[in-house]
Nanobody
Framework: QVQLVESGGGLVQPGGSLRLSCAAS????????MGWYRQAPGKQREWVAR???????NYLDSVRGRFTISRDNAKKTSYLQMNSLKPEDTAVYYC??????????????WGQGTQVTVSS
């Protein structure tokens, strides 16, 4: 079994910062792309950022320059550093990962989500 567990969400004032973490555990040979998505109330889930196994990154235009995705392969963990937060960043944030199992097969997994609320 494989689990992705997010942490680090919470309530922050506009302009503030939060750092989300996503730890992968279980039967894992390696991790390929890791990413973050978010879903605001009444809206569809949207992609936020992605990082390859080699460290290449991509961002949603509205977060580029404010959010930074990173990873620690030894810890099987990805991070999303969120600065200059805005009320429109309020959402449940989900991590996502392409996991290579010991068999060599690749599967995509989701975390359970962590709430981020930006409000004064």
């Amino acid at each position: 079994q494989v689990q992705l567990v997010e942490s680090g969400g919470g309530l922050v004032q506009p302009g503030g910062s939060l750092r989300l973490s996503c730890a992968a555990s279980g039967s894992i040979r390696s991790l390929n792309d890791m990413g973050w998505y978010r879903q605001a109330p009444g809206k569809q889930r949207e992609w936020v950022a992605r990082i390859s196994s080699g460290g290449s990154t991509n961002y949603l235009d509205s977060v580029r320059g404010r959010f930074t995705i990173s990873r620690d392969n030894a810890k099987k963990t990805s991070y999303l550093q969120m600065n200059s937060l805005k009320p429109e960043d309020t959402a449940v944030y989900y991590c996502n990962a392409d996991v290579v199992r010991p068999s060599g097969s690749s599967w995509n997994y989701w975390g359970q989500g962590t709430q981020v609320t930006v409000s004064s």
